[in-house]
């Protein structure tokens, strides 16, 4: 029995011994290992890592990679002066595939044979990729196939995907080796750094690198940060106010307008963080520019208010976590999973620190930050403990969604102080032209067509002159609008603003495409009498007509977005406006009609009595002659025309005067 009993603990022990040993950090032992941070083990425990060694297969090396916070695809490139233009690179697709692609710029790589790999394999846990595969040394004879018997840099990347095309990755999730590495090298050595080393293709080019590795016994190559995470969770934290040297980007992640603001006082907005050194807190100091009640950092999946883990900042000195589940004021919760609180308040700007555990379960409403998130803020009035709905104007957001686990960035921010000024000018263009001079411009030229038949200008009557400055006025004023809000806004606006603007967006694209469709129909018309012009006559209408109601639709959205977001009562009003202005021109539109049929009956009856009035006696030409009651109608049908397009341009020009005078005031 004591045999039995010795034999089992010894075989226990062996077991023991051989799990400790798989758990082991293989890294400068038995494998090569690009990391971050460079102490991190598993892989899956990294912001991203890079491992190889020399493969069973002769002149062939094993690789193995894994990134943080992706769902689309990584990649690892090999780069012979650490920049992507010209290097080949292996992607792992969320699809479980493995390809091969080569950039010969700064753009999206394309496809390459699969040729030189083997021994594929995917996995994807928790929104993190891991992959490996074999790759041969060298192929002689295959285009842009490198040849790793030559030292190389490692390029690292991540981003989305829609197929085999792998869309061009941010630069917060870029990374690059140091140094070039020798992979023909018997020595295992391990780099990186404590947060990685995040770089751009033009910091790349202004680093000095070393051709070449490290030789002799295993070694760490880690450039030391300016201050350790450690000190940040243990110590009292060091505000970016009492540094002189500017930390985004290098021992701390920023998110500040403007871009390159520092220190935080002199921001619109500063959110910074850093992760601890045991990867499972996050330090954050944020403030806001202005006198408020309270300032607010949430998190969210999509960038709106909606669904969002909110911290806020009061300036009575008290911190408290809410949850957003609308866009309605959010409801408190209970403060856990935060310490460390700092509430300031100088100059009537509340200055504000916490520490924030990365991610609890057991937290409701507390959202998993290893996962990737936007960051929101805002600002307002507070009552007590509760915070008041902000303005829009006092609301910002992160472009793209942060890893908060990755090396430190500086991202966010326009340096255009005037962003808000924009906005405004981008509504403002948009009710003139569309609200204003197309509702006037389309009337005008249905039913005003016999108003000042003598008058001319330039040979052409008046009607279609009018006509004419109404529909060019508009397209200037929605062209310029359009342009204005794609470069303030830095391009096409996603889903990830919210589908109100999402929306918006779509359906006022559409409406310029419409209107300037229009113009360039109407420049090249055929001539009257000519038999394409009754077809041009039904597409001008009906594309003129269309355009106008989708930029009908898609302001409902934009006044709808400013309803959502602060429930300010003019927002309410505004709204309203709009509503009514849709319900006057139906009406105003049935009234013409209505008017339009009976004149032209009355003009019918007037045409055949003249006709019928070719007779020879003069009893019948008395009975057929157009009597002037007949011809006072007439008359009196165009008075009350001409009064009912009189009251129209009123209404249309009240209703723009005041959507603009809404748009220009609001929060100013």
């Known amino acids: 029995m004591d045999v039995f009993k010795l034999n089992f603990l010894v075989v226990g022990l062996y077991l023991t011994i051989l799990l400790s040993l798989s758990k082991a950090d293989t890294c400068g032992v038995s494998q090569f290992c690009f990391r971050s941070p460079n102490d991190c083990f598993p892989a899956s425990e990294c912001t991203y890592f890079v491992g190889w060694s020399p493969s069973n297969t002769e002149g062939a090396i094993d690789f193995e990679l894994s990134m943080s916070g992706t769902s689309g695809y990584i990649a690892l490139g090999f780069s012979k002066d650490r920049n992507m233009a010209n290097s080949d690179i292996i992607a792992c697709l969320s699809d479980n595939k493995i390809?091969?692609?080569?950039?010969?710029?700064?753009?999206?790589?394309?496809?390459q044979t699969d040729v030189g790999l083997s021994n594929e394999a995917t996995t994807i846990a928790g929104g993190t990729i891991t992959c490996s595969f074999t790759r041969q040394l060298s192929l002689v004879g295959e285009t842009n196939y490198f040849d790793l018997n030559e030292p190389h840099f490692l390029i690292l990347a991540k981003g989305m995907r829609q197929d085999e095309s792998i869309y061009q990755h941010t630069s917060n999730s870029r990374y690059s080796s140091d140094?070039?590495?020798?992979?023909?090298?018997?020595?295992?050595?391990t780099q990186g750094s404590a947060q990685g080393t995040p770089v751009t293709e033009e910091s790349a080019q202004e680093t000095p690198v070393t051709q070449g590795s490290a030789q002799g016994t295993p070694v760490t190559l880690a450039s030391q940060p300016r201050q350790s995470t450690t000190e940040r969770r243990t110590n009292t934290p060091k505000s970016t106010e009492q540094s002189s040297e500017d930390p985004c980007g290098e021992s701390q992640s920023c998110l500040r307008a403007p871009l390159n603001c520092y220190p935080a006082s002199s921001c619109t907005y500063f959110v910074g963080w850093s992760l601890s050194q045991n990867r499972d807190e996050l330090y954050f100091e944020y403030t806001l520019s202005g006198n408020n009640g309270y300032v607010a950092l949430g998190f969210s999946k999509n960038g709106g208010m909606s669904n969002s883990d909110i911290i806020a900042c009061l300036s009575s000195g008290q911190l408290s976590r809410h949850y957003a589940i609308s866009r309605a004021t959010p409801e408190m919760q209970d403060d856990v999973g935060v310490s460390n609180e700092k509430v300031e308040v100088v100059d009537g700007t509340i200055k504000c620190s916490f520490t924030r555990q990365l991610s609890n379960a057991g937290f409701q409403n507390f959202f998993n930050l290893s996962q990737d998130h936007f960051i929101i803020l805002a600002k307002g009035d507070s009552n007590g403990q509760s915070i008041t709905q902000h303005s829009q104007s006092a609301r910002y957001a992160s472009a793209n969604s942060l890893d908060f686990k990755s090396a430190p960035v500086s991202v966010g921010g326009s340096e255009d102080d005037n962003f808000d000024v924009k906005i405004k000018a981008h509504g403002s263009l948009m009710v003139i032209?569309?609200?204003?001079?197309?509702?006037?411009?389309?009337?005008t030229a249905r039913y005003l067509k016999d108003f000042l038949p003598r008058k001319t200008i330039c040979g052409k009557p008046f009607w279609f002159r009018f006509h004419a400055m109404c529909m060019i006025t508009a397209c200037l004023s929605f062209m310029s609008s359009f342009i204005l809000?794609?470069?303030?806004?830095e391009g096409w606006v996603g889903k990830g603003r919210g589908d109100n603007t999402y929306h918006h967006a779509i359906i006022g694209t559409a409406a310029v495409g419409l209107g300037t469709l229009n113009l360039i129909m109407a420049i090249f018309r055929p001539h009257p009498g000519t038999p394409r012009r009754p077809i041009f006559n039904v597409l001008h209408f009906a594309v003129g007509f269309l355009g106008w109601l989708c930029a009908i639709v898609a302001t409902f959205y934009g006044v709808r977005i400013y309803y959502n977001t602060t429930g300010n009562v003019t927002d309410i009003d505004a709204f309203n406006v709009l509503i009514g202005f849709t319900i006057f021109i139906v009406i105003m539109f049935v009234v013409f009609e209505l008017h339009k049929l009976s004149?032209?009956?009355?003009?019918?009856?007037?045409?055949?009595?003249?006709l019928d009035s070719i007779t020879d006696t003069p009893f019948e030409e008395h009975r057929n002659r157009p009597t002037q009651r007949m011809q006072e109608q007439i008359v009196g049908s165009a008075a009350v025309r001409n009064i009912m397009y009189f009251l129209y341009v009123i209404g249309v020009t009240l209703t723009v005067v005041y959507l603009?005078?809404?748009?220009?005031?609001?929060?100013?």
Do not use: M
């Open 99 to 111: 390809l091969r692609y080569y950039a010969s710029s700064r753009a999206t790589p394309t496809r």
């Open 179 to 189: 140094d070039s590495y020798d992979f023909k090298s018997e020595t295992p050595v």
């Open 660 to 668: 603009v005078i809404t748009i220009v005031i609001k929060d100013s």
């Open 433 to 443: 032209g569309w609200i204003g001079f197309v509702s006037i411009g389309i009337v």
């Open 599 to 610: 004149t032209r009956k009355k003009e019918t009856s007037t045409d055949n009595i003249a």
């Open 485 to 489: 809000i794609f470069i303030t806004l």
